[in-house]
T-cell receptor, first 112, second 111 residues
Framework: GNSVTQMEGPVTLSEEAFLTINCTYTATGYPSLFWYVQYPGEGLQLLLKATKADDKGSNKGFEATYRKETTSFHLEKGSVQVSDSAVYFCALRNSGNTPLVFGKGTRLSVIA | NAGVTQTPKFQVLKTGQSMTLQCAQDMNHEYMSWYRQDPGMGLRLIHYSVGAGITDQGEVPNGYNVSRSTTEDFPLRLLSAAPSQTSVYFC??????????FGEGSRLTVL
């Protein structure tokens, strides 16, 4: 079946540090891949997505590249801010009206 | 735009009580779903619907019922609440692009 594995947190970084959150997936076919972010006390919101191999999704300084050969979609940001403190979820979706499958989430804390 | 609206935001129940979590969206999305979020477990799909009159079970459907009589509404019913159902519940919808729009969540405590 389809599944997503992401690195366990929590991850604590100093402001302006480089961020990587690893995400690997198992899926049949050619899924679309997503990163969602959940700020404290809120619902999840889409951060970025990629729909085919070698696509790069980007938003708010975050990037992730769809790597079919390594079945990965790692999230990166060159310089994190305190405001990036949140829980990050990697997710995949196969074609059609199939539900999204989420990883367990990685909590990021950025300290000044 | 209101987006996805969930009510109530907080609820405390006693074991054995029943209740309904309401979810409404104003984006004319065909697809709606309910997730629960528990510490260390991420998001787990309870039920989903691909259109009015159509529902299907997700990963953890036991103890929950849903119905979809209109495109806008997708209520989640707890038939006989148990402490294991203490969680934060999220409703989400999409127009089949994969981008889910989430409500703000409903925090349920079962004593």
């Amino acid at each position: 079946g389809n599944s997503v594995t992401q690195m366990e947190g929590p991850v604590t970084l100093s402001e302006e540090a480089f961020l990587t959150i690893n995400c690997t997936y198992t899926a049949t076919g050619y899924p679309s891949l997503f990163w969602y972010v959940q700020y404290p006390g809120e619902g999840l919101q889409l951060l970025l997505k990629a729909t085919k191999a070698d696509d790069k999704g980007s938003n708010k300084g975050f990037e992730a590249t769809y790597r079919k050969e390594t079945t990965s979609f790692h999230l990166e940001k060159g310089s994190v801010q305190v405001s990036d403190s949140a829980v990050y979820f990697c997710a995949l979706r196969n074609s059609g009206n199939t539900p999204l499958v989420f990883g367990k989430g990685t909590r990021l804390s950025v300290i000044a | 735009n209101a987006g996805v609206t969930q009510t109530p935001k907080f609820q405390v129940l006693k074991t054995g009580q029943s209740m309904t979590l309401q979810c409404a969206q104003d984006m004319n999305h065909e697809y709606m779903s309910w997730y629960r979020q528990d510490p260390g477990m991420g998001l787990r799909l309870i039920h989903y619907s691909v259109g009015a009159g159509i529902t299907d079970q997700g990963e953890v459907p036991n103890g929950y019922n849903v119905s979809r009589s209109t495109t806008e509404d997708f209520p989640l019913r707890l038939l006989s609440a148990a402490p294991s159902q203490t969680s934060v519940y999220f409703c989400a919808s999409t127009e089949n692009t994969g981008e889910l729009f989430f409500g703000e969540g409903s925090r349920l405590t079962v004593l």
